[in-house]
């Protein structure tokens, strides 16, 4: 995984909370990991402006099994929901 050039803050939490803040550090990445296991369970890129552009989940609560593991959410600011559904993961995204 890429180090983006704003740095990598490393959160921890209790499974099924929110990675947190749509704004954070331009140009930098948040890891959400889980408080008991440390498992890391999400990851937010920042832009340039400080706006989240992407989530990526490596787990979460899928009862139906109908995610894919790891996946991407871009978030389009132009939208009125801009978290997007899920796609798969782009490993050409840093």
């Known amino acids: 995984m890429c180090s983006p050039s704003g740095g990598i803050e ?3 939490g209790s499974y099924g909370r929110s990675i ?3 704004v954070g ?3 930098s990445r948040t890891d959400f990991f889980d ?3 440390g498992q890391l369970l999400q990851s937010r ?3 340039p402006e400080r706006w ?3 989530d990526r989940d490596y787990d979460h609560n899928d009862s139906k099994n109908t995610h894919e593991f790891p996946h991407d959410h871009r978030w389009d ?3 009125k929901r801009p978290r997007q559904k ?3 993961e782009d490993s050409n995204f840093c």
């Open 86 to 88: 899920d796609e798969a």
């Open 45 to 47: 890129w920042y832009g």
């Open 35 to 37: 408080e008991v296991t």
């Open 20 to 22: 947190g803040p749509i």
């Open 77 to 79: 600011w132009t939208k």
């Open 10 to 12: 490393k959160v921890y």
């Open 52 to 54: 989240a552009v992407r």
């Open 25 to 27: 550090t331009p140009n």
